[in-house]
Nanobody, 115 residues
Framework: QVQLVESGGGLVQPGGSLTLSCAASRNSSDIYGMGWYRQAPGKQRELVAEISRGRSAIYADSVKGRFTISRDNRKRTVYLQMNSLKPEDTAVYYC?????????WGQGTQVTVSS
């Protein structure tokens, strides 16, 4: 089992920035891909960004150039730096980690972009 603890969500004005963090538990087995997903009210959960253990990253088109995903393998932590935030970025953001054949999810953290 892998436990994931997210932090960093909150309320921000349009054009502002936030950084999300997600730390995996100490007793986790080897973690491979890590990523961020989001789910807005009434919409399906969607991929925001993923990063491999070797730090190769992919992004949703809607966040390219604004969001940056990174990870610290020693700390088992993945980060999402979000800049130039828009109201349409408002959602619950979930961390995901792949370990073995299983995927694990965090509890989610709310990001609200509003003036």
């Amino acid at each position: 089992q892998v436990q994931l603890v997210e932090s960093g969500g909150g309320l921000v004005q349009p054009g502002g920035s936030l950084t999300l963090s997600c730390a995996a538990s100490r007793n986790s087995s080897d973690i491979y891909g890590m990523g961020w997903y989001r789910q807005a009210p009434g919409k399906q959960r969607e991929l925001v960004a993923e990063i491999s253990r070797g730090r190769s990253a992919i992004y949703a088109d809607s966040v390219k150039g604004r969001f940056t995903i990174s990870r610290d393998n020693r700390k088992r932590t993945v980060y999402l730096q979000m800049n130039s935030l828009k109201p349409e970025d408002t959602a619950v953001y979930y961390c995901k980690a792949d370990s073995g054949a299983s995927g694990y999810w965090g509890q989610g953290t709310q990001v609200t972009v509003s003036s």
